[in-house]
């Protein structure tokens, strides 16, 4: 059988990206596009780069990724990523979304300035929602308090609150921790960032930063 060579081209269809197969060492070789836009239409909805990764499939097929993919949920953008399978023929058989699905668990950490963003399974996709809780430090080494209060409202801001939407709870540590607020408790945007603007300091000479991680 000839060879052939795959190739990826993340930046093909302004940059939603696809996948040639490219016959070698025969003359006039040419190259066939996988056209994976028609089988797969949630890439045409997004410059998700499908093709940047190209991986060997043990079933002699190949599994390639669109690591930019992001996905529109109210006025919140997740980007997740995406791959696809494919077999020798460039037919797509199945796709990879894990972090999208309802049924994914873990906890997402992200270190957020002077506050730690926790949020437990599930993860994005619009037909799910998020917990999200929010690790302030209150302690003696924080100021102005003025700006925790301004970041932890641009942070609420960026994210579409409700009801089986997002929702958003607030612990704040320095000695000890406490629970400003629980998940649901301000069910509206306008609710959380009223609520964001009256939080006042605990204070305290030590940091538990580990301790107020653990416990939330």
Known sequence: CPSRLLVGAPWDGDGQGDIYKCGMGLRNSSC???NLGAAAPWLRSSAGRLGMTLVDSKDGGFVA???LWSQECGTSVFSSGRCVQLNEELQLTATIAPTAQREWGGTYWDVLGCATLVSPCPLP???T???I????DGSNSIYPWEEVQAFLGNIMGRFFIGPGQTQVGVLQYGEH???EW???????????LEAARNLTRQEGRETRTAMAIRQA
């Open 182 to 192: 629980a998940l649901g408790q301000h069910p509206t945007a306008q609710r959380l």
């Open 65 to 67: 990724c669109a690591p």
């Open 32 to 34: 066939a596009k996988a």
């Open 177 to 179: 921790l406490v629970q």
């Open 129 to 131: 929602y998020m917990d």
């Open 125 to 127: 996709g619009c037909s």
């Open 133 to 136: 809780i929010l690790v302030l």
